[in-house]
């Protein structure tokens, strides 16, 4: 079956730095991405979401950049805070009509003061 | 997300135990979710409902059931309940009215421990 994953399980980042997180995909039907953040003891909590037709999208401090050539999508956090400590998780509709997402496992993103 | 609320918010029992996890919903929404949290696992689908009585399996439905009463209720139930499916549990919703943009919204989790 098609699967979501991320490059990296855990990274580390000083305050202030800007962190960039990355998720592989492995559907090439999948129509729309999004990332969560869920801090520990919560639920995940929506961030940013991005369609196939485009390749950027911009929030506040986050930008999601989405490369369908191969198959992977990117969370950049700006000036990362501390606050910003917490897993994230990208997901997939897979397209057609049942709009279910797959998850990945998600990344630990520890933010050092 | 307070619009989704999730009851207990722990809850310990027994193998052998049947037991309900609740899911509310006051964002109008007419599709409800319930997911499965396990460490290194990510977020799996046990069921999903989007209209009142319906009822779809997800990727790991074995061992769990649900009912969709009402639009803003979607409950859980574990029939005999065993200590592999100690996990945390998500209730989640989303808006057919969205379209494409199928974001759900997640409760608090119910941390679930069986003995």
């Known amino acids: 079956g098609e699967s979501v994953g991320l490059h990296l399980p855990t990274l580390s980042v000083q305050e202030g730095d800007n962190s960039i997180i990355n998720c592989a995909y492995s559907n090439s039907a999948s129509d729309y991405f999004i990332w969560y953040k869920q801090e520990s003891g919560k639920g995940p909590q929506f961030i940013i979401d991005?369609?196939?037709?485009?390749d950027k999208r911009q929030g506040q401090r986050v930008t999601v950049l989405l490369n369908k050539t191969v198959k992977h999508l990117s969370l950049q956090i700006a000036a990362t805070q501390p606050g910003d400590s917490a897993v994230y998780f990208c997901?997939?509709?897979?397209?057609?009509?049942?709009?279910?997402?797959?998850f990945g496992k998600g990344t630990l993103l520890t933010v050092n003061p | 997300d307070a619009d989704v609320t999730q009851t207990p918010r722990n809850r310990i029992t027994k193998t052998g135990k049947r037991i309900m996890l609740e899911c509310s919903q006051t964002k109008g929404h007419d599709r409800m979710y319930w997911y499965r949290q396990d460490p290194g696992l990510g977020l799996r689908l046990i069921y999903y409902s989007f209209d009142v009585k319906d009822i779809n399996k997800g990727e790991i439905s074995d061992g769990y059931s649900v009912s969709r009463q009402a639009q803003a209720k979607f409950s859980l139930s574990l029939e005999s309940a065993i200590p592999n499916q100690t996990a945390l549990y998500f209730c989640?919703?989303?808006?057919?009215?969205?379209?494409?943009?199928?974001?759900?919204?997640f409760g608090a989790g119910t941390r679930l421990s069986v003995l």
């Open positions: 989640a919703t989303s808006d057919q009215s969205a379209g494409m943009e199928n974001i759900q919204y």
């Open positions: 997901a997939e509709n897979s397209g057609g009509s049942n709009y279910k997402l797959t």
């Open positions: 991005i369609r196939s037709n485009m």
